[in-house]
T-cell receptor
Framework: AQSVSQHNHHVILSEAASLELGCNYS??????LFWYVQYPGQHLQLLLK??????LVKGIKGFEAEFIKSKFSFNLRKPSVQWSDTAEYFC???????????FGKGNQVVVIP | DAGVIQSPRHEVTEMGQEVTLRCKPI?????LFWYRQTMMRGLELLIY????????DSGMPEDRFSAKMPNASFSTLKIQPSEPRDSAVYFC?????????????FGSGTRLTVV
């Protein structure tokens, strides 16, 4: 079964700083990759997804992610964060034509005004 | 579309009681998933259904947990008897297996507290 690793579980940064969250997965075949965001007290919402094509994916709220197949990575980035980006971010993977979504442990991001 | 609807939003129950969580998926979605979220273990997939049929229940913690999907618009997750370690947020999600529109839609969750 596929697994997903997210590092630096807790991230604290100031407004306007750049954010990068790492995500690595373990599966050698075709994968579909996702980033979800969970704002405090809310449910998970899809930020962006990658199925095929351009490995640089742009999502909502100024987020983007880059799929690097050779590194089994799908890192999330935002050039300039806002206080409203305070949330937990989850990387997730489906693999092998399977619709089962495997989540990483999440990154808790706190943006200080 | 109202999205994935879960009820109740909050549930507080005493240890040993039966708890039933409910989920209404998005109309037309043929997959339904139950996840449990805790601080210690993050998001864990408990069980998922395709066209109302359970496909993988390997994540169900033990026999105290059971899930059903009697029709395409309704699913339940039952815990009997409940224990304090079952306290968590339980999310239901639905999806279609379509590359263009694919993406899970999550419900707002049920926060379960077992005292």
């Amino acid at each position: 079964a596929q697994s997903v690793s997210q590092h630096n579980h807790h991230v604290i940064l100031s407004e306007a700083a750049s954010l990068e969250l790492g995500c690595n997965y373990s599966y050698g075949g075709t994968v579909n990759l996702f980033w979800y965001v969970q704002y405090p007290g809310q449910h998970l919402q899809l930020l962006l997804k990658y199925f095929s094509g351009d490995p640089l994916v742009k999502g909502i709220k100024g987020f983007e992610a880059e799929f690097i197949k050779s590194k089994f990575s799908f890192n999330l980035r935002k050039p300039s964060v806002q206080w409203s980006d305070t949330a937990e971010y989850f990387c997730a993977v489906t693999a092998g034509g399977n619709n089962r979504l495997a989540f990483g442990k999440g990154n808790q991001v706190v943006v200080i005004p | 579309d109202a999205g994935v609807i879960q009820s109740p939003r909050h549930e507080v129950t005493e240890m040993g009681q039966e708890v039933t969580l409910r989920c209404k998926p998005i109309s037309g979605h043929d997959y339904l998933f139950w996840y449990r979220q805790t601080m210690m273990r993050g998001l864990e997939l408990l069980i998922y259904f395709n066209n109302n049929v359970p496909i993988d229940d390997s994540g169900m913690p033990e026999d105290r947990f059971s899930a059903k999907m009697p029709n395409a618009s309704f699913s339940t997750l039952k815990i009997q008897p409940s224990e304090p370690r079952d306290s968590a947020v339980y999310f239901c999600a639905s999806s279609v297996w379509d590359r263009e529109t694919y993406g899970y839609t999550f419900g707002s969750g049920t926060r379960l507290t077992v005292v």
